[in-house]
């Protein structure tokens, strides 16, 4: 079983940047693809970024060239590094990390979320 912790979201401008933190636990996920994904109110929730075990990543439209995923074997944990945020990055951020074995069993975690606002 694996848990997983966000941390990092809070309230800022327009124009600035937020780290956030997804920190694994109970089992190692450095062979899991890991993403971020969020949620705006009445809206489904979406994939921002994500990266595979291979360091391999794919970025939405919307956040490209604003913002980057990246992990920490190590300290089996990913991160989001936000910047040039607007209104419409507002949203409920999760992670999730995912991992299928060749037999097609399929593990899934999700985070219990971090609430970001950019509002002047």
């Known amino acids: 079983q694996v848990q997983l912790v966000e941390s990092g979201g809070g309230l800022v401008q327009p124009g600035g940047s937020l780290r956030l933190s997804c920190a694994a636990s109970g089992h190692s996920v450095s062979n899991y693809a890991l993403g971020w994904y969020r949620q705006a109110p009445g809206k489904e929730r979406k994939l921002v970024a994500r990266?595979?075990?291979?360091?391999?990543?794919n970025y939405a439209d919307s956040v490209k060239g604003r913002f980057t995923i990246s992990r920490d074997n190590a300290k089996n944990t990913m991160y989001l590094q936000m910047n040039s945020l607007k209104p419409e990055d507002t949203a409920v951020y999760y992670c999730?990390?995912?991992?299928?074995?060749?037999?097609?069993?399929?593990?899934?975690?999700w985070g219990q979320g971090t609430q970001v606002t950019v509002s002047s």
């Open positions: 999730k990390a995912d991992l299928t074995l060749t037999d097609a069993t399929t593990y899934t975690y």
């Open positions: 990266i595979t075990s291979d360091g391999n990543t």
